[in-house]
């Protein structure tokens, strides 16, 4: 089964979920034989799903991540350990050389015609992080195959990304446990 047409769909803000619900969708994909790839920006293989969808044969992953957090905000080095601060404008140079390779590769993936639905998880977030172009965005939205399902996640979307899709989602923090000092739980959180 292929799709007859493929659509753009973005997850973001900054509601715990985006990465759940592409996750989810991804499943319900592979579960009526469609070719998934999943290519994670700026996480490592800790997170509990990479156990489950290694299993699943018409899903395919990839991750892209780094043994530490970025940021633009100096203050927060003093409240997360293994934290790169920078400035902006100047992301790392092995962050931006790993992220530059990854949309290489994966625009050659989408253009493949092996997969029905790529997602592209955290690529918003490495955007935002000066870790990726938009007009690496762009390239990779509007010389898709249309029968291609793109889905993007990550917090901070640019409205020139959210026009550019079909259907967007915003997740909404309302409460969340670390508000009360409850750290990310394994199982839970990641």
């Known amino acids: 089964m292929h799709l007859k047409s493929g659509l753009v769909q973005v997850y973001t803000g900054n509601g715990k979920g985006k990465t759940t619900a592409a996750i989810g969708l991804a499943v319900r994909a592979a579960g009526n034989n469609l070719n998934v790839y999943?290519?994670?920006?700026?996480?490592?293989?800790r997170y509990g799903e990479t156990k489950i969808l290694k299993g699943i044969k018409n899903i395919k992953e990839r991750y892209l991540g780094k043994p530490y957090f970025i940021s633009k905000d100096p203050s927060i080095a003093n409240k997360l350990k293994g934290v790169v601060v920078f400035e902006p404008g100047n992301p790392p140079r092995d962050y931006v050389e790993l992220v530059r390779k990854g949309i290489k590769e994966v625009k050659g993936i989408?253009?493949?015609?092996?997969?029905?639905?790529?997602?592209?998880?955290?690529?918003?977030?490495?955007?935002?992080f000066e870790l990726?172009?938009?007009?690496?965005?762009?390239?990779?939205?509007?010389?898709?195959?249309?029968?291609?399902?793109?889905?993007?996640?990550?917090?901070?979307?640019?409205?020139?990304?959210?026009?550019?899709?079909?259907?967007?989602?915003?997740?909404?923090?309302?409460?969340?446990?670390?508000?009360?000092?409850?750290e990310a739980r394994k199982g839970i959180e990641y």
Do not use: C
């Open 38 to 45: 999943i290519m994670h920006f700026m996480k490592s293989r």
């Open 110 to 128: 989408i253009k493949s015609g092996k997969y029905d639905v790529v997602i592209l998880d955290e690529i918003i977030t490495a955007l935002y």
């Open 132 to 182: 990726v172009s938009m007009e690496d965005m762009k390239s990779i939205l509007l010389e898709r195959p249309k029968n291609v399902e793109i889905v993007l996640t990550g917090r901070y979307a640019p409205k020139e990304l959210i026009d550019m899709a079909d259907l967007v989602t915003e997740m909404v923090e309302v409460k969340h446990p670390y508000q009360r000092g409850i």
